[in-house]
DNA sequence: TTGAAAGCGCTAACAC
DNA sequence: GTGTTAGCGCTTTCAA
């Protein structure tokens, strides 16, 4: 499947250009210290050949891989979809590239990842969750780069922290519920053992309702929106007889009829935020050292189902 | 940021275990000959001294990244994330890693990740449509490895193919449509520039209508939930007054009430037949020379809007 | 089953 | 501005 010679490498380059591979390697990295004339006969005879850079070598020399390491539970969910869209943009031009891992909600599978990532030897790794096998807390504590956790505030982080109590939010909501004058509520999703995120919020939600000694009947996720399916379709009105609220501010809960309820945590922003946090420990613009832990905010967005 | 003094290298495990790095590498990849007493010293050596495997080096050596390297427009897709969650199971256990770029629906910028990702020397890079810059096509061709076309069935392909007809999909639709008695029919969406996988549904619709002499309304993809929506608050009747149609066969189209008729085009099934497609040139099981055309087959799933 | 030697294709560090 | 030297940490290849 190779090219059928062989790759053309930068002392082809070189010899082509009547140059040394040191000076090839400097033009490829714009050094400023290649004059115009011969970058010009260098990257022409790179482009006659043929030639692609490969990165692989440049990492093991300058022993910088240029990756960011992020795990996430899965693709196919818009917020965390929208996390990393928010790295993938705040990384723009700065020559990283984001290596993206999914654990399937499973802390063996994260585990298992991490330790497969790390081989990569990323500059950075970003995790979803404060939650993890103690191998996997260990491989992170020691990776000897920057360690972020995000979409959690873990009491116990491993280096620095972007993201926000679940359990908070699930408070934040009982609280809109019950300034609206609902008492019997309820939370749907959640129980897996796996989302832990989830199982956080459920938590706060039901802690929330003891404070209040209340009953409970009915709240989540994007399973929101299918409960309020399943209402219009029973001719259970929503929100008189049943108010319903969800989680994650999908762009469905606001086209929704009737638009639904939700929580919003900033799922773009945290991607963000992680992307500056990153840069600045890694450009020493930040101490290594110091924890970094921002907080975001989530925030009940109130609309017509709730 | 490195741990203290200087990560252990195979050579320091091997001082330790008392053998070679050659004997410490085929222990670290379960080569049968190895004795099991030598691994167990290795294993345990490299543990005490906190080792961890370097890929980078392994991967220059070897001259074999086990990468895969995919492009798809946006990350915050149901359907683009179900393909690449189809690859990733595929992929599991083959010892290959998806290394992951967005176009953003855009050929300059899929250009410039090519190119990006090529630098990292994959084993294979698989490609979202059949539109490229020119530049970006001559990249793949000369790639050296197995290039794969998805989500499009282009009349030139560069390597192989795994997807459908656009327009063919965009005909169906009309098919039904009409086979239901609607007449009056339109296209929202797909009128963008840059996703041109989208152009060509519409196209394929707006033909079909000619080949039937019929007028334009309405029909959309992700839209119809939000076409449906703005019907249901205006008090249009669907499907009565106006029929809508989506297309992707995503889990909200089938939740919403009433359900949403739709296109499924088995974006998951794609990235299963990928994996196995790449598995299968990379081990040799299929020549790379005899380019491989898998047409998968859209299916127009009949709902309540249409 | 194990080892020695010779790189993989780049870049750091230092000359000039 | 450009070149030389010496690796980066593994694996390939060939021997034993």
Not at 81 to 90: L, P, Q
Not at 152 to 176: C, Y
Request: glycine content about 10%.
């Amino acid at each position: 499947m190779q090219s059928s010679p062989k790759r053309p490498t930068m002392a082809d380059v070189a010899h082509r250009a009547n140059v040394s591979t040191m000076t090839v390697s400097r033009a490829f990295k714009r050094d400023a210290s290649v004059s115009a004339d011969t970058r010009d006969r260098i990257l022409q005879a790179a482009e006659e050949l043929g030639y692609v850079f490969d990165s692989i070598a440049a990492n093991l020399s300058s022993r910088r891989s240029g990756f960011v390491a992020v795990t996430i539970p899965s693709i196919n969910n818009a917020n965390f979809a929208d996390t990393v869209r928010g790295m993938t943009e705040g990384l723009r031009d700065s020559g990283l590239e984001i290596l993206l891992g999914f654990t399937d909600y499973n802390v063996q599978e994260e585990e298992r990842l991490v330790g497969q990532l790390l081989q990569r030897r990323p500059e950075a790794i970003i995790v979803t969750g404060g939650r993890h096998t103690p191998r996997c807390r260990k491989m992170l504590a020691n990776a000897g780069v920057p360690v972020v956790e995000t979409w959690d505030l873990p009491s116990d982080p491993i280096g620095h922290v972007v993201g926000f109590s679940n359990a908070e939010a699930g408070r934040l909501m009982v609280d809109h519920l019950v300034a609206r004058g609902y008492s019997r509520l309820g939370f749907i999703g959640g129980d897996t053992s796996r989302d832990t995120r989830g199982l956080d919020r459920r938590r706060g939600f039901v802690a929330a309702l003891q404070d209040r000694g209340l009953d409970v009947m009915c709240v989540s996720d994007l399973s929101a929106f299918g409960a309020l399916m399943e209402c219009l379709r029973r001719g259970i009105r929503v929100p008189d007889d049943v108010a319903i609220a969800g989680f994650g501010a999908y762009d469905l809960a606001e086209q929704s009829v009737p638009s639904i309820t939700t929580i919003d945590v900033g799922a773009h922003e945290i991607g963000i935020r992680v992307a500056e946090l990153v840069l600045d420990l890694l450009n020493g613009r930040r101490e290594p050292d110091d924890r970094v832990v921002v907080g975001t905010t989530p925030k009940v967005i109130a609309r017509h189902t709730a």
